[in-house]
């Protein structure tokens, strides 16, 4: 069993930038992809990005290249979304999750836990 508790939510302006965490408890390995996704009000819950534990693999969103950058700290068991040059169609509640080696990883319903979710909310 892994859980998920997501932090580093608020309101910041566009242009600014936010780093959300993801404390990770529980049985992992290295081969666990550890995502992020957003869902705005009224749409699907989308991928943003997500990072094989070993570090080895990273993949992002075309939406957020150049802009976010996932990492994890081994040592705190923690996985990170930096978020720079936001915009105000960045804003949404952004959910950490976890899946062993899937075979899609932009999948939502591939990854098997999730925390609950932070608010980020971008003004113009």
């Known amino acids: 069993q892994v859980q998920l508790v997501e932090s580093g939510g608020g309101l910041v302006q566009a242009g600014g930038s936010l780093r959300l965490s993801c404390a990770v408890s529980g049985r992992t390995f290295s081969s666990y992809f550890m995502g992020w996704f957003r869902q705005a009000p009224g749409k699907e819950r989308e991928f943003v990005a997500t990072i094989r534990w070993s570090g080895d693999r990273r993949y992002y969103a075309d939406s957020v290249k150049g802009r976010f950058t996932i990492s994890r700290d081994n040592a705190k068991n923690t996985v990170y979304l930096q978020m720079s040059a936001l915009k105000p169609e960045d804003t949404a509640v952004y959910y950490c999750?976890?899946?062993?080696?899937?075979?899609?990883?932009?999948?939502?319903?591939?990854?098997?836990?999730w925390g609950q979710g932070t608010q980020v909310t971008v003004s113009s």
């Open positions: 999750a976890a899946t062993p080696s899937p075979p899609l990883v932009a999948t939502p319903t591939l990854y098997n836990y």
